[in-house]
């Protein structure tokens, strides 16, 4: 949750699963599959924009691989690992990247992001993968 300089509004802005909904409550993280098994999305970011506060500009979507290198691992390793943008109202799928295929040897992925455009939200699929090694990296880029 970025506010309008691309800074994050707060540390307990970013929801993960160890901080599984943002203070506001707009922002819900289903929880860590650690094992992948079972049919569908294995985890889910439910946003509700109707309940993000004003000072939050940007809503950042990003996938990246838990101890990447304590694991030695990077998305090529995991098998159909993917990463989509549903707009659940719609059940339309705003975009899907595979990340086993097309991202083999990134950590990370910026998958989008949804941002103010005056009084109505926009959504931007980014695709930038990348070899951050964790969520405090990732975090640095929007406190500096």
Known sequence: MLNSNDKLVSNSAVVYFGNRH??????????????????????????????????????????????????????????????????SAKNEELVHFNLSEDHSGATAL??????????EWKFSATGDATRDTGLGEIANKYTK
């Open 110 to 119: 910026f998958a989008g992001e949804i941002y103010r455009d005056g009084k």
């Open 22 to 87: 943002s203070n506001c409550g707009s922002v819900k993280h289903s929880g860590d599959n650690l094992t992948g098994a079972g049919e569908g999305d294995d985890e889910q970011i439910f946003v509700n924009l109707k309940n993000v506060p004003g000072n939050v500009h940007k809503l950042v979507f990003v996938v990246n691989i838990y101890q990447c290198v304590e694991r030695n691992q990077d998305f090529g390793m995991i098998k159909n690992a993917f990463i989509r943008v549903v707009d």
